[in-house]
């Protein structure tokens, strides 16, 4: 095929620019053209039209691969777009410990490293970019993933301050850890489609293949955990990693850094709403929309103010929403401001046919009226013209649009729904009716509709307007809706949901301040299974739920704390907890095979295993059951995808080295070329960390057969050479016979006779059997160790026996705890004498903690002035302990042991150190501890009680039996920290829930 004239180089400036200027200057003397950009603004680089064309046009792209290429947009962009359009891409490598992208892991690259092969290379590059066909770019990375929303009706495209937004959030300034941008302007100034439009460039989306995520935040998010649970599994997590805020935000710290992704965080109202989602990763970046500038400036944000549409841009808007022209159109656009959703409501009502003289002159009229004076701030246009829109409805209609501000914001609201409201309230309506006047406020825009199914939302500002409106009204109108549905109080409310209040009963419940229907409707598994049959056969509805009513409970447990009476609703804050960790131990007791099983029978959907297997606790399990999902489901390719992400992730969160790599191996084979390729490297890995040489050869066998001819060899070398170290005669001559089987038998034959070294050290490691083999151990400190486990379980006479042996022994913390155990079985001078010897030892230990806590248990074993004296050691030494959990540790064993005089003292300090500590349970288990050695245990049992109701809400348990322990957990309800009435609830709810739910 003739020659390509056309190549594009892709490079980063920072440490690519040398290379890029080199190659260019060598493929135009090879009679090539090629094109780089050179363009600086402020030492960084952004987009152009220049490089848009100039990929349309190459026929080949270099893309340098470098440290700053890595986590540069501008890169990511430029590879992406190329490989999108079909163009042949070679990489080149500029630096040894360069990152290759994802979506260039499945193409070969050329070593640039170095300088000094660089004519060998080209020609071998030459040679690529003569015979080479276009590469076809895997399928997971032909579209990059967005769950932003639609452009909106008649969207009017603002270039300049789309470019503007681009720069922003585009760059190679691969300087910065987190990159955090603001877009802020008023209300309605149409923020949120700027930040739509930009999600839907297709320039922006090649710069962050794993994903644009859309996260809504709003006034009043409640707990982020569910948002960070969107964006979580947006990127390929499990959702179980986000089941309250703190865990939701060291997952995404451990996750962000891997992805390239552009986060955008739509309506923030508060920089605490932001915080918790930003992390230190450089390939990614965070957008928020907001209008409020001092968040930009608390968060160090960069920031790109939106100004309103420009004239031509409003006036155009204007025409698509009345669909026709008017001579009046510039006018009106200038008095309502330029502001996108005050021209989309006068667009909306000129369409209905007033022309805009008769508009203009009634908005001069009504802003009179409304202000007094001529209206001239842009937020008053707005609200006049909020007031203008409704004021064309008759006033039952008006009354009527006022009470959809009852419903949850951002929310697809089904027809049928606001029938049923409507005509509560009115009897005199019909479904027609009711119809006709959504019909109307579509038509006026008041709302924005559905064609499909007549399903509704309304924009933010109008929710806002609609609940101003309603006022006082608000909550007698959700108890409405409520009694719209369940008109007879003895029914429950499983009877009566249909699918829209099945998901959104519990939000109207809180809205119309209804608790005690609230913790009814967990009373019993009714509900529980209505939920699970509407989601699907999944217990994620219900899970929503159950959290919401938490934490409404803890709040008002902390209430009940901060009021200094007894918390007595944390009875129910435990049952909620109990049926958390009830579902998720039976998520856990599914065997995955049953699962595929039931995929295969079609007694399951895809669905209902993937969401069974988010909630699965035990990381192994989990990954089983995605490996069954993965063979047995039938996925889309979206879900599979997300399978595969998923089945990775939970294989590389189990603990055990040996299972985890046996997972991953098994994994491998149901993986796509891509995700498989990461998966056999971070596997090799893992083999190779093996200690156990016979493991790790078979392994690295196993391994060799999934990687090309030329990895093979490499990997099975690495077999034979830790086959070769395995100290087994038996086992190595079979090792070294397997890998015989894949190699050149001359490689091996040789190997296969043991070293008389060898020989003489095998069963080394069996010689602690028993004791004659502790005696024949050779090492020193090896057979002190095995001595020391023994003695932990030897009986009494033996125990003795042995005594002169472990005097002997040189670690000192063993030895001492051993001789404190040994010298319960002496008396008089014998014991006092063993004591004396654990008393040196202990005082050897290097580590203070250890220390101390060895004296306190040694001083518990004294008695007079020897007591005091080795406690007053202990105490020294522990408080000079730098940790302050492990100070706590000790200091709480001593106070009780201390005299009165000493006790208050340190009662106080330890108090005040314990209640620095963040974690919850921690903090009311050793308070707990020290309330036998209060003398006023009040203040101690308020910071018990809170610390455990935050601890309950917070703790991420993932068995029934764990949280069975923690409200068994002798430390925290004896003494006890609660009436015998609220313990009487407590034991209530955990006999119900154990014993009397049923489970699907």
């Given at each position: 095929?003739?020659?390509?004239?056309?190549?594009?180089?892709?490079y980063?400036?920072?440490?690519?620019?040398?290379?890029?200027?080199?190659?260019q200057?060598?493929l135009?003397?090879?009679?090539l053209s090629?094109?780089?950009?050179?363009?600086?603004?402020?030492?960084?680089?952004?987009?152009?039209?220049?490089?848009?064309?100039?990929?349309?046009?190459?026929?080949?792209?270099?893309?340098?691969?470098?440290?700053?290429?890595?986590?540069?947009?501008?890169?990511?962009?430029?590879?992406l777009?190329?490989?999108?359009?079909?163009?042949?891409?070679?990489?080149?490598?500029?630096?040894?410990?360069?990152?290759?992208?994802?979506?260039?892991?499945?193409?070969?690259?050329?070593?640039?490293?170095?300088?000094?092969?660089?004519?060998?290379q080209?020609?071998?590059?030459?040679t690529?970019?003569?015979?080479?066909?276009?590469?076809?770019?895997?399928?997971?990375r032909?579209?990059?993933?967005?769950n932003?929303?639609?452009?909106?009706?008649?969207?009017?495209?603002?270039?300049?301050?789309?470019?503007?937004?681009?720069?922003a959030?585009?760059?190679?300034?691969?300087?910065?850890?987190?990159?955090?941008?603001?877009?802020?302007?008023?209300?309605?100034?149409?923020?949120?489609?700027?930040?739509?439009?930009?999600?839907?460039?297709?320039?922006?989306?090649?710069?962050?293949p794993d994903?644009?995520?859309?996260?809504?935040?709003?006034?009043?998010?409640g707990?982020?955990?569910?948002?960070?649970?969107?964006?979580?599994?947006?990127?390929?997590?499990?959702?179980a990693?986000?089941?309250?805020?703190?865990t939701?935000?060291?997952?995404?710290?451990?996750?962000?850094?891997?992805?390239?992704?552009?986060?955008?965080?739509?309506d923030?109202?508060?920089?605490k709403?932001?915080?918790?989602?930003?992390?230190?990763?450089?390939?990614?970046?965070?957008?928020?929309?907001?209008?409020?500038?001092?968040?930009a400036?608390?968060?160090?944000?960069?920031?790109?103010?939106?100004?309103?549409?420009?004239?031509?841009q409003a006036?155009?808007?204007?025409?698509?929403?009345?669909?026709?022209?008017?001579?009046?159109?510039?006018?009106i656009?200038?008095?309502?401001?330029?502001?996108?959703?005050?021209?989309?409501?006068?667009?909306?009502?000129?369409r209905?046919?007033?022309?805009?003289?008769?508009?203009?002159?009634?908005?001069q009229?009504?802003?009179?009226?409304?202000?007094?004076?001529?209206s001239?701030?842009?937020?008053?246009?707005?609200?006049?013209?909020?007031?203008l829109?409704?004021?064309?409805?008759?006033?039952?209609?008006?009354?009527?649009?006022?009470?959809?501000?009852?419903?949850?914001?951002?929310?697809?609201?089904?027809?049928?729904?606001?029938?049923r409201?409507?005509?509560?309230?009115?009897?005199?309506l019909?479904?027609?009716?009711?119809?006709?006047?959504?019909?109307?406020?579509?038509?006026?825009?008041?709302?924005?509709?559905?064609?499909?199914?007549?399903?509704?939302?309304?924009h933010?500002?109008?929710?806002?307007?609609?609940?101003?409106?309603?006022?006082g009204q608000?909550?007698?109108?959700?108890?409405?809706?409520?009694?719209?549905?369940?008109?007879?109080?003895?029914?429950?409310?499983?009877?009566?949901?249909?699918?829209?209040?099945?998901?959104?009963?519990?939000?109207?419940?809180?809205?119309?301040?209804?608790?005690?229907?609230?913790?009814?409707?967990?009373?019993?598994?009714?509900w529980?299974?209505?939920?699970?049959?509407?989601?699907?056969?999944?217990?994620?509805?219900?899970?929503?739920d159950?959290?919401?009513?938490?934490?409404?409970?803890?709040?008002?447990?902390?209430?009940?704390?901060?009021?200094?009476?007894?918390?007595?609703?944390?009875?129910?804050?435990?049952?909620?907890?109990?049926?958390?960790?009830?579902?998720?131990?039976?998520?856990?007791?599914?065997?995955?095979?049953?699962?595929?099983?039931?995929?295969?029978?079609?007694?399951?959907?895809?669905?209902?295993?993937?969401?069974?297997?988010?909630?699965?606790?035990?990381?192994?399990h989990?990954?089983?059951?995605?490996?069954y999902?993965l063979?047995?489901?039938?996925?889309?390719?979206?879900?599979?995808?997300?399978?595969?992400?998923?089945?990775?992730?939970?294989?590389?969160?189990?603990?055990?080295?040996?299972?985890?790599?046996?997972?991953?191996?098994?994994?491998?084979?149901?993986?796509?070329?891509?995700?498989?390729?990461?998966?056999?490297?971070?596997?090799?890995?893992?083999?190779?960390?093996?200690?156990?040489?016979n493991?790790?050869a078979?392994?690295?066998?196993?391994?060799?057969?999934?990687?090309?001819?030329?990895?093979?060899?490499?990997?099975?070398?690495?077999?034979?050479?830790?086959?070769?170290?395995i100290?087994?005669?038996?086992?190595?001559?079979?090792?070294?016979?397997?890998?015989?089987?894949?190699?050149?038998?001359?490689?091996?034959?040789k190997?296969?006779?043991?070293?008389?070294?060898?020989?003489?050290?095998?069963?080394?490691?069996?010689?602690?059997?028993?004791?004659?083999?502790?005696?024949?151990?050779?090492?020193?400190?090896?057979?002190?160790?095995?001595?020391?486990?023994?003695?932990?379980?030897?009986?009494?006479?033996?125990?003795?026996?042995?005594?002169?042996?472990?005097?002997?022994?040189?670690?000192?913390?063993?030895?001492?705890?051993v001789?404190?155990?040994?010298?319960?079985?002496?008396?008089g001078?014998?014991?006092?004498?063993?004591?004396?010897?654990?008393?040196?030892?202990?005082?050897?230990?290097?580590?203070?903690?250890?220390?101390?806590?060895?004296?306190?248990?040694?001083?518990?074993?004294?008695?007079?002035?020897?007591?005091?004296?080795?406690?007053?050691?202990?105490?020294?030494?522990?408080?000079?302990?730098?940790?302050?959990?492990?100070?706590?540790?000790?200091?709480?064993?001593?106070?009780?042991?201390?005299?009165?005089?000493?006790?208050?003292?340190?009662?106080?300090?330890?108090?005040?150190?314990?209640?620095?500590?963040?974690?919850?349970?921690?903090?009311?288990?050793m308070?707990?501890?020290?309330?036998?050695?209060?003398?006023?245990p009040?203040?101690?049992?308020?910071?018990?009680?809170?610390?455990?109701?935050?601890?309950?809400?917070?703790?991420?348990?993932?068995?029934?039996?764990?949280?069975?322990y923690?409200?068994?957990?002798?430390?925290?309800?004896?003494?006890?920290?609660?009436?015998?009435?609220?313990?009487?609830?407590i034991?209530?709810?955990v006999?119900d829930?154990?014993?009397n739910?049923?489970?699907?």
């Amino acid at each position: 095929m003739p020659a390509p004239t056309q190549i594009f180089i892709s490079y980063a400036r920072k440490d690519g620019r040398e290379l890029a200027l080199r190659l260019q200057a060598d493929l135009q003397n090879a009679g090539l053209s090629a094109w780089l950009d050179t363009n600086e603004i402020d030492g960084g680089a952004s987009w152009s039209s220049d490089i848009e064309q100039a990929i349309e046009d190459c026929d080949v792209t270099l893309t340098l691969l470098s440290r700053a290429s890595f986590i540069s947009e501008i890169c990511r962009a430029e590879q992406l777009r190329a490989l999108r359009k079909g163009k042949r891409v070679i990489p080149l490598l500029v630096q040894p410990d360069a990152d290759r992208p994802l979506h260039l892991e499945h193409l070969n690259y050329r070593d640039f490293t170095d300088t000094t092969q660089f004519d060998e290379q080209f020609v071998t590059l030459l040679t690529d970019i003569r015979e080479g066909k276009a590469t076809n770019l895997p399928t997971n990375r032909q579209q990059t993933p967005n769950n932003a929303p639609k452009l909106p009706e008649n969207f009017v495209a603002r270039l300049e301050e789309l470019t503007a937004l681009r720069r922003a959030v585009m760059g190679d300034d691969t300087d910065r850890k987190v990159a955090l941008t603001a877009l802020r302007g008023m209300g309605g100034i149409g923020k949120s489609v700027m930040a739509t439009a930009l999600c839907h460039d297709e320039i922006v989306q090649a710069a962050f293949p794993d994903g644009i995520i859309w996260l809504t935040i709003g006034r009043t998010p409640g707990s982020l955990a569910e948002t960070m649970k969107i964006l979580g599994t947006a990127l390929g997590d499990s959702a179980a990693h986000y089941d309250t805020e703190a865990t939701g935000t060291s997952r995404l710290r451990d996750l962000l850094p891997h992805k390239s992704a552009l986060i955008v965080l739509d309506d923030a109202w508060d920089s605490k709403h932001i915080e918790p989602f930003l992390a230190d990763a450089p390939r990614c970046r965070f957008l928020f929309t907001t209008r409020d500038g001092s968040i930009a400036l608390a968060l160090g944000a960069g920031e790109i103010r939106l100004d309103v549409m420009k004239p031509a841009q409003a006036v155009e808007l204007l025409r698509d929403w009345a669909r026709r022209d008017d001579e009046a159109l510039p006018e009106i656009a200038d008095r309502l401001g330029y502001l996108p959703l005050a021209l989309k409501l006068a667009g909306a009502r000129l369409r209905e046919g007033i022309i805009g003289v008769d508009w203009l002159n009634t908005f001069q009229h009504v802003s009179q009226i409304k202000l007094g004076r001529r209206s001239t701030d842009a937020n008053d246009n707005l609200q006049v013209c909020f007031d203008l829109s409704t004021n064309q409805l008759v006033e039952a209609d008006r009354s009527l649009y006022f009470t959809l501000g009852v419903f949850p914001e951002d929310v697809w609201i089904p027809q049928v729904v606001v029938t049923r409201l409507w005509r509560k309230l009115d009897s005199a309506l019909t479904d027609f009716d009711c119809k006709e006047i959504l019909t109307d406020l579509a038509r006026l825009a008041l709302i924005e509709r559905r064609a499909d199914d007549g399903a509704f939302t309304l924009h933010d500002l109008l929710h806002d307007y609609t609940r101003e409106k309603l006022a006082g009204q608000r909550i007698p109108t959700h108890h409405t809706l409520l009694s719209a549905y369940n008109p007879a109080p003895e029914k429950s409310w499983h009877e009566t949901a249909d699918s829209y209040l099945c998901d959104y009963l519990v939000y109207h419940l809180i809205q119309a301040e209804r608790a005690d229907d609230l913790s009814a409707l967990f009373a019993n598994h009714d509900w529980m299974h209505k939920r699970f049959e509407q989601s699907g056969y999944t217990y994620i509805g219900f899970l929503d739920d159950l959290t919401q009513a938490w934490e409404i409970a803890h709040v008002e447990a902390l209430r009940q704390i901060d009021a200094d009476q007894e918390p007595t609703i944390i009875a129910q804050c435990i049952r909620y907890a109990l049926i958390q960790t009830s579902i998720n131990s039976i998520a856990a007791n599914y065997p995955p095979k049953l699962i595929g099983l039931a995929l295969e029978a079609e007694l399951w959907t895809s669905e209902r295993a993937l969401a069974m297997a988010e909630i699965v606790p035990n990381a192994e399990h989990k990954a089983n059951v995605y490996l069954y999902i993965l063979i047995y489901g039938k996925l889309s390719n979206n879900q599979r995808i997300d399978t595969q992400k998923a089945a990775l992730e939970a294989a590389l969160n189990i603990t055990d080295r040996y299972r985890k790599l046996e997972m991953l191996i098994l994994l491998a084979e149901r993986m796509d070329e891509e995700i498989k390729t990461n998966l056999l490297i971070v596997s090799l890995r893992a083999a190779m960390d093996i200690g156990d040489k016979n493991s790790r050869a078979d392994f690295l066998l196993r391994l060799a057969q999934k990687f090309d001819e030329e990895q093979r060899i490499q990997i099975l070398s690495q077999a034979l050479a830790a086959a070769k170290m395995i100290e087994s005669n038996s086992k190595r001559k079979k090792t070294l016979a397997r890998v015989a089987n894949h190699m050149k038998p001359n490689t091996v034959l040789k190997d296969l006779k043991p070293s008389q070294s060898q020989i003489n050290n095998i069963n080394r490691d069996l010689l602690s059997r028993d004791l004659n083999a502790v005696n024949a151990i050779k090492d020193k400190a090896s057979q002190e160790r095995a001595l020391l486990t023994l003695a932990l379980h030897m009986d009494d006479e033996l125990l003795i026996q042995k005594l002169e042996s472990l005097k002997s022994i040189g670690h000192k913390y063993w030895k001492s705890r051993v001789l404190i155990r040994l010298a319960d079985f002496k008396q008089g001078d014998q014991k006092r004498e063993i004591l004396k010897e654990a008393l040196i030892a202990a005082n050897m230990i290097q580590t203070k903690s250890t220390r101390a806590q060895t004296l306190a248990v040694l001083a518990g074993n004294m008695e007079g002035s020897q007591k005091a004296k080795i406690l007053n050691q202990s105490l020294k030494i522990a408080l000079e302990i730098k940790s302050t959990p492990n100070q706590v540790r000790v200091l709480a064993k001593l106070v009780i042991m201390l005299e009165d005089d000493q006790k208050i003292d340190l009662l106080t300090n330890v108090v005040r150190a314990v209640r620095t500590t963040h974690d919850e349970y921690w903090r009311a288990n050793m308070l707990s501890k020290l309330l036998p050695a209060s003398e006023k245990p009040a203040p101690l049992i308020h910071d018990i009680r809170l610390a455990l109701c935050t601890h309950i809400m917070n703790i991420k348990i993932n068995k029934r039996k764990d949280l069975h322990y923690l409200i068994a957990e002798e430390s925290i309800f004896t003494p006890p920290i609660f009436s015998p009435n609220t313990l009487d609830q407590i034991a209530e709810h955990v006999m119900d829930v154990c014993n009397n739910w049923r489970w699907q």
